[in-house]
């Protein structure tokens, strides 16, 4: 049975960094793309990035491009979030999800077979 384990979170001031992981278990890891998501309060899950299997294509929400890089390290069996120039409008839990279709880039949460039990990021002044 897949599972996913996020880690990474914490709270910082406004133009600082974190960086998530998150460690897959239970199956082949380079099988599946992988997401990040986050929840802020009273809001929706949005999208945040997408990594194809290999790791050679990435894909951004228009809000974090620029700021924020998803990698994948397939021997490690985890994939990271790099978040610099970190906004107030970036707090929120931040999930992890995994895909097994043979599609990748996907932007609904419905379309994730796994997902994490989320961290916390929480940027304020």
């Known amino acids: 049975q897949v599972q996913l384990a996020e880690s990474g979170g914490g709270s910082v001031q406004p133009g600082e960094s974190l960086t998530l992981s998150c460690v897959f278990s239970g199956s082949i890891f380079s099988s599946y793309a992988m997401g990040w998501f986050r929840q802020a309060p009273g809001k929706e899950r949005e999208f945040v990035a997408a990594?194809?299997?290999?790791?050679?294509?990435?894909y951004y929400a228009d809000s974090v491009k620029g700021r924020f890089t998803i990698s994948r390290d397939n021997a490690k069996n985890t994939v990271y979030l790099q978040m610099n120039s970190l906004k107030p409008e970036d707090t929120a839990a931040y999930y992890c999800?995994?895909?097994?279709?043979?599609?990748?880039?996907?932007?609904?949460?419905?379309?994730?077979?796994?997902w994490g039990q989320g961290t916390q990021v929480t940027v304020s002044s």
């Open positions: 990594i194809s299997w290999s790791g050679l294509s990435t």
């Open positions: 999800a995994a895909d097994s279709s043979s599609r990748w880039r996907e932007v609904e949460p419905d379309e994730y077979d796994y």
